[in-house]
């Protein structure tokens, strides 16, 4: 929200995202419905615009009568105008992670379809981003002016009919879809004709509207789009605050730069402006810092950012990502505005006992407690069961290749961007929510021996012979170069059914004595009393065994090892 500097009109900011496949007409329509353009807008980057294709997240914007149902949402004074912000994301997949930045600002989305092609994998891609971050949606099938006169009409009735089946199953079921044509003729054409529909869809933008939920309270957050500085002035910071609110004189912090910066001035849209909160658009202009330095990135209250070597997330697979996901592997995790590489490691509850209660499904607001123990997966878990069921809860440990800085509980996406741009595949894997952070370099010394992660161990031997009612020999447990030490005292069971206690080696092969608390059962005794005696060639005895029609005894070793545990202690419950 802001007022002019008369404070006669008060301005209910809106903030649209318009994504799309990469060549549906994006940047064109934003065009045609804009009439200020800010800074960043309208493909600022000189690559993008050899090749017509939106590399950064544009911004532009339009201000409309305020439409009577948001007008007195205003409280005392009401509102007067509605700005429309409009955010053109890029189409192009290796730029999925723009997209995700600007989502997060998003109030309403437009999907942008070419109503030739219809649906496409990115569009496809859009949409489940839109899904994680958005509440409402228009879609707009564009370049009408490419179908036939004749066949236009029932061409836009069928791709509607498709849209809608399409949008079913997602929370988008019932939104409006709206046919235009922003740019008759191409990108080429001479701008001499008039866009068609667009009058049409500033009408349906300004009934989809609602007074978004804006918080000026809680510790500023700020993603920055652009920087430029300014002779004499200062150095300007565009871009749209997250949370929190800001005014002249504050102090702020630039934490990829490690700096803070006094705010000199603030302008929405060219008007200057005292201050501005959450939702809204602004050019912050700050004491004098190279503005290469920080072209996109966060600006945030000083010390209320945190940069992170590692993480603890709540973890959702994203239902249309094909194939497994498996721990140790590399992904691209986008987390605040920073997309990086890391390696994803799964855990989730131990299996339940007969008693307890069945798993949790799959939540984002699944809590953490380092108190708590977590069993270590190969990979992440799928819903059980015939007809799948809901995931059960589930976590990751994130561990960053370089740090990233970013609020707590944010948003975190992992996708696999390196999969092929044209292959039809969804390569956003798994949402969630940062729950913990490690902020130490030395992260895996000081902060992962907290995690309670185990992994199970089963191993399996024989009883060899046994010295008396007490005490037997085993084999096949141990290699011969395990130092037996670190096992003594383990409880193992025999297949018989006896437990026991591991006392230490026998002789230098492997083999292990092993102490019965309470003594061989008499039918254990039983199958050992009458035992076969080997020869060797010489004719000597060489060994005692049960009987040669006996099932051989087998002993059973449990235990569990905490996955981060520098000392590789093995526990027994």
Known sequence: MSESPDSRTKTLNFNVGVLGHVDSGKTSLARALSSTASTAA??????????????????????????????????????????L??????????????????????????????????MQTQTAECLLIGELTCPRMVVVLNKIDLLPADKRQNAVEKMTKRMHKTLESTRFKACPVIAVAAKPGGPDAAEAEEPHGV????????????????????????????????????TVMTGTILQGSLAVNDT???????????????????????????????????????????ERGVVCTPGSLRTLFAAVISVRKIGYYKGPLATRA?????????????????FGL??????????????????????REYLYQDEYVSGQGADGGPDPEQWALLEFERPVTCPALCL????????????????LAFQGRLLQGFED???????????????????????????????????????????LQLFVGLKVTLSTGESGVIEGGFGQSGKFKIRIQEGLSPDTKQLFSSTSKKKGKSGSKVEEEPKPESQPVSIQLRFKRYVFDPHKKMIQS
């Not at 049409?200 to 430029?228: S, W």
Request: glycine content about 8%; hydrophobic content about 35%; overall charge neutral.
């Open 441 to 483: 370099k030395n992260y895996a010394e000081s902060g992962l021996p907290r995690l309670r992660i185990y992994k199970s161990k089963q191993k399996e031997g024989q009883v060899e012979r046994v010295t008396d009612d007490y005490t037997v020999i085993g084999r096949s447990l141990f290699k011969k170069e395990t130092n």
């Open 85 to 118: 912000t409009l955010v053109d994301c890029p189409g192009h997949a290796s730029l999925i992670r723009t997209i995700i930045g600007g989502a997060q600002i998003i109030d309403l989305m437009i999907l942008v379809v070419d109503v030739v092609k219809g």
């Open 42 to 83: 309208f493909d600022k980057n000189p690559q993008s615009r050899e090749r017509g294709i939106t590399l950064d997240l544009g911004f532009s914007s339009f201000t409309v009568d305020c439409p009577d149902h948001l007008r007195d949402a205003g409280g005392l004074k009401p509102y007067d105008s509605l700005q």
């Open 350 to 371: 131990p299996p339940p006992d007969a008693q307890t209660a069945p798993p949790e499904p799959c939540s984002l607001e699944a809590p953490f407690d380092f108190d």
């Open 412 to 427: 975190v996406i992992g996708s696999k961007l390196d999969t092929d741009i044209h292959a039809n595949t969804c390569r």
């Open 330 to 346: 590399k992904l691209h995790i986008t987390v605040g505005h920073e997309t990086v590489m890391a390696r994803v490691s799964f």
């Open 252 to 294: 702020v912090e630039i934490p990829v730069l490690k700096v803070t910066k006094k705010i000199k001035s603030v302008q929405m849209f060219r008007k200057p402006v005292s201050g501005a909160m959450q939702g809204d658009r602004v050019g912050v202009c700050v004491t004098q810092f190279d503005p290469k330095l920080l």
């Open 199 to 234: 009058q049409e869809l500033i009408e349906l933008l300004k009934k989809q509207t609602y007074l978004p939920n804006r918080d000026p309270a809680g510790d500023l957050l700020m993603a920055v789009d652009h920087c430029f500085s300014i002779r004499g002035q200062g």
